[in-house]
Structures are given as C-alpha cells and as structure tokens.
C-alpha cells in the first residue's frame, strides 16, 4: 500500500499504522443483519414485482422473498444497493457511514476494505442515489415535528470549474494537492455553482445551483424543503436580490452588519451547516455537477438523520425503501 506524505497527514499516520496491523478490523455481520431484517420487511409491505400483489413473505433462515399469491421468488436485495454489490450489505452500509459521516476521502476509505478503489468509488455513487431516493419516504415516517421559520443562505465560497475537463482520477489521492477549501467540478473555467441551504428545525436540504449567488433560483430547494416539512413557515434569508424577488413571504437578515436582526431573526443555523459542510468537500478533489449535486444533498439528509435521532436505522431504510421504486 503506496501512501504519499499528503496523505499520511490527512489520514493520521498513525489509524493507517493500526489499520495495517489489524488492530482496527471492521466486523460488518451485525450490521448485515440489521439490513437484511429491515429490506425484508420492507419487501412485505411492497407490491409483488411479477404479480402486483402486496403477498410476499420472507424466512428468518433464508435470503429468499417469494410470493404467496404467483410463487414468484427472488433475493431480498433486489432493487437495493446491496444487489450485485462486491461489498457485503455490511460492508457498504460502513464505507457509506465513513464517507458521509466523517472527513476521509473515498480513497481513504477504500483502504480499509479490500476492494478497489474504482470499486467502492462506484458502489458508493450507487449507494448515494438510493439513500436520496428512500429519504423522503423515510422522513415522512418518522416521527418528528418540523417547525420555526425556514432559514434559506447560499454558501460564502464559490466552487469552480476544473478546467473545461475531468480531474484527474491520480488526484483523489492527494489530499494536500489543488486548491483547499475548494470542490471543483467538471465545467468551463470561470464557470460557478453555487450551494444553497434550507434548515428548518432538524431538516437539512442542500442543493448545488449554476451561476452566483445573485442570479441562481432559489426555487428548488425551497420547495424541497416546503415538500420535506409542511407547511413551509416563514422564511428567514439575507437581502440579497434573489431572495426578495421570491414569490414566498419571508423576512430577512442584513449579515453583514448584524448576526441577528432586531426582531431575532437570523440564518445562524445554516451559518452553522456550512461551516461542517465546507471542510466536508474537501474530501473531493474533483466532482462532476451532478457529483457535486449529490454529494451535498447526501450531507443534509445525512445531517438531518443524526439531528433527529435516527442515524443507523434512518440510513438502513433509505436503502430498504429503494423495494419501493
Ligand atoms: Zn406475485
């Protein structure tokens, strides 16, 4: 295992010293088994792929779901991420939480499993769109009441294009190489993107728009947020032009002279998420648009699932419900 000196310093010497010894060893079987009970039972509320039928069953002793009514049968990972995936469920579920939930690079990561890099890299871009895709359905069964004002604020620093062209993959290696506190993404030199914020409560809803902060649309993740947490409330922003021309209702909050306004309003919560999120990028050393876009969004749901309590299980049944698309 070749490691440069940048690398050593972002990892800590000292974890890859005790990883190589197998001090550290992960042990991914209880957590296979958690997923495989929650996908399970999400196959026995779902609709029968061959038959429509709600009539699947599962064993406690066999990865099988067959159908009751036609006697379709078929493995409990079908449609998940877990399917045809050279990790374990466990193992996936691990690289995923490593990924998402701490500053280690994805080459980092993939280290401390066997696989290659090029193998938990695609597993977990998989991975991430699934967890998107069960999110919202999870969240609506979760028990939890979203309310206060919607606090809507684009982030301080702008991430550019990488030169008209794909980073190069050798760079994901480098930790100390590039531009720090910057995401690159595939576009034309000088092009923006720009990422917005919604927190309401324990929601978090982080979306990637092109362009500046003073022509983007707001749109999107307003209404993400407003489908994620009805009704919307009242929003809380900046005064920067694209906010007032919104159609929405909301008041707002000059930053720069004050962290919070005379009537105690503010944006300090997504204040807050930038400040974790920022640090966060720049695990990547180079991401495509819809890369970027993905990467945030995972942060605040992410984010959101820690907030209200429900991180492991929350995160198991983004996967599970994928049964359901
Ligand atoms: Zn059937």
Redesign the pocket.
């Known amino acids: 295992m070749l490691v440069g000196m940048f690398q050593q310093t972002a990892f800590g010497g000292m974890l890859q010293d005790v990883v190589e010894r197998q001090a550290i060893v992960f042990r991914p079987e209880p957590l296979d088994t958690i997923v495989e009970r929650r996908c399970k039972h999400a196959w026995e509320q779902a609709p ?1 792929p ?2 429509c ?1 709600t ?1 699947l069953q599962t064993r406690d002793d066999s990865p099988r779901v067959w ?1 009751h ?2 006697r ?1 049968g078929f493995t409990y990972t079908r449609n998940t991420p877990f399917a045809n995936s050279g990790l374990t469920p466990g193992e996936l579920l691990l690289v995923f939480i490593l990924y998402a939930d701490t500053l280690l690079s994805i080459n980092q990561i993939a280290q401390l499993f066997d696989p290659c890099y090029d193998t938990v890299h695609t597993q977990l871009r998989e991975g991430e769109a699934a967890f998107e895709r069960g999110f919202p359905l999870v969240w609506e069964r979760i028990q939890h009441t979203v309310e206060g004002p919607t606090q809507i604020d684009e982030t301080g620093s702008k991430c550019s294009g990488y030169k008209g062209q794909s980073p190069p993959r050798d760079g994901l290696s480098r930790g100390g190489s590039g531009d720090p506190g910057r995401s690159r993404w595939e576009g034309a030199p000088g092009d923006k993107l720009t990422l917005v914020a919604a927190c309401r409560d324990v929601l978090r809803v982080v979306s990637a728009e092109e362009g500046s902060a003073y022509d983007e649309n707001l749109g999107p993740v307003i209404e993400e947020a407003g489908d994620l947490s009805q009704p919307l409330g009242e929003i809380w922003t900046d005064e920067l032009p694209a906010y007032q021309q919104m159609d929405y209702e909301h008041r707002t909050v000059v930053h720069d002279d004050e962290y919070v306004s005379d009537e105690g309003i503010h944006t300090n919560q997504v204040e807050c998420l930038w400040s974790l999120i920022e640090p966060w990028l720049e695990k990547f050393r180079g991401l495509s648009k819809p890369g970027l876009e993905q990467s945030v969004r995972t942060y605040g749901f992410v984010r959101s699932l820690n907030l209200v309590g429900a991180p492991l299980h929350g995160l198991i049944d983004c996967f599970a419900l994928n049964v359901f698309h």
């Open positions: 029968c061959e038959c039928e009539a159908c009514n036609c379709y």
